[in-house]
């Protein structure tokens, strides 16, 4: 037999959906960071805003199992947790990523990178690549933090839970191996 938590499952949909526009809203708050350069700059994570675009939900509810989730862009992963220094990532993958992020180069008299000759962005892609393997990306925490944050919002789920269950005690206690015999129930042997 199967019992289904009908309001669990809905809070955690709307949990989740709300944790995705959490998170697409941490991407475009400009957010400032520093590198060991000395350069500091407050702009969003996303400008390109391809890793936002990139988030879903997905859902699946399967007999006694709910899962919900967000996928996105696997480099996301990267930019908020940061990398190691020894990380190779390709210069053509940061080609590409000059192509599709408004940013400028101090040193090009403050030139879009897009604008650049594609020698030139090759240069700089590989420049930039060494830097990463010589150096790491350090982490920006604006998923970790978000979460650990919206994870503290759960704590109510209980009551919900609690709600879900006394709807239908009978499936509920079949569905975790009782019998029900008369107005009592026994496990099931």
Known sequence: ???????????????????????????????????????????????????????????????????????????????????????????????????????TLEGLNQQKLSNVTSKTKNRIANQIAQKIKREGIKPTNFLTNLVNEQFNKLKGIENIITEDINLDLDSFMQSIGYI???????IQQ
Do not use: C, H
């Not at 969003?44 to 859902?59: D, F, G, H, M, Y």
């Not at 029900?180 to 026994?186: A, D, L, S």
């Open 1 to 103: 037999m199967s019992f289904k938590l009908k309001n669990t499952e809905s809070y955690l949909i709307s949990f989740v959906n709300n944790l995705k526009r959490l998170s697409i809203q941490e991407l475009k708050d400009p957010r400032k960071r520093s590198y060991s350069s000395g350069r500091v700059i407050n702009e969003p994570l996303n400008a390109s805003r391809s890793l936002s675009q990139s988030l879903i939900v997905e859902t699946k509810s399967q007999k006694n199992k709910f899962n919900a989730i967000i996928k996105g862009n696997s480099y996301g992963e990267k930019v908020d947790e940061g990398t190691k220094s020894g990380t190779s990532i390709s210069a053509n993958d940061i080609v590409n990523w000059i192509n599709r992020k408004p940013v």
């Open 180 to 186: 029900k015999q008369g107005e009592t129930f026994k």
